[in-house]
Each structure stands twice: as structure tokens, then as C-alpha cells.
């Protein structure tokens, strides 16, 4: 994983002790967008490739979507943050993404 985020299903609950926490955090799904985003991919992943455990998951989604971590690195989140609150000001595009960065940078 490099600069992105990584979804992961942890079935038996020991994924947090296989992260290193200097360089990501741990989330769980919450927003309801999110949530259905990786349904969505999820489901492509199942018909392109005719995936059982992909079906599984899905057979089993509601009780799944508790086990899904999301590995958000820190500086991955902490741009993000950046750019946010580069648009917010009322920039975009360009002028945000280097907004963003000179704010990182600080």
C-alpha cells in the first residue's frame, strides 16, 4: 500500500495487530456512501470473476460490514484534510492541490 486507501475484511478480528500504527489508522465503515461504494465493488469483483468468496462476503454482507477495516495512512488523511480545507476557502483544482500541499507542508 502506497499514498491510498486499503479496505480489508478482517474475519477473525486480528488485523489491528498486523498494522504498523506509526503509518495508518484503523477505521471502520460508517458513512452509508461508503458503505455501498464497496458493495458496489464488491459486486463487480463477483460477476467479472465469478468469485465465491466475493459471494460469501455479499451473502453475508450485513454481518461483514462490521469486519471491513479501513487503512487510512496518516499523511494520506492528513492531505486529504489539507485539501479539504483548500476548497473550503474557495479554491479548486491546481490551486487547491498546491494549497493543500504548502498547508501539509507546515
Not at 500504527?21 to 464497496?38: C, Q
Not at 487510512?72 to 491546481?94: C, H, I, N, V, W
Request: with cysteine; aromatic share 6%.
Amino acid at each position: 500500500m502506497s499514498g491510498g486507501i486499503a479496505y480489508v475484511l478482517d474475519r477473525d478480528g486480528d488485523f489491528p495487530g498486523k498494522c504498523n500504527f506509526e503509518m495508518v489508522e484503523l477505521e471502520h465503515l460508517e458513512r452509508p456512501d461508503e458503505i455501498l461504494e464497496i458493495q458496489q465493488i464488491i459486486e463487480k469483483h463477483q460477476r467479472l470473476t465469478g468469485s465465491k468468496a466475493a459471494g460469501r462476503v455479499l451473502d453475508g454482507w450485513n454481518e461483514m460490514v462490521p469486519r471491513i477495516r479501513k487503512v487510512m495512512p496518516k499523511d494520506y488523511k492528513r492531505m486529504l484534510q489539507a485539501f479539504a480545507t483548500a476548497e473550503l476557502s474557495g479554491l479548486s483544482g491546481k490551486e487547491a492541490e498546491m494549497a493543500a500541499f504548502e498547508l501539509n507542508r507546515q
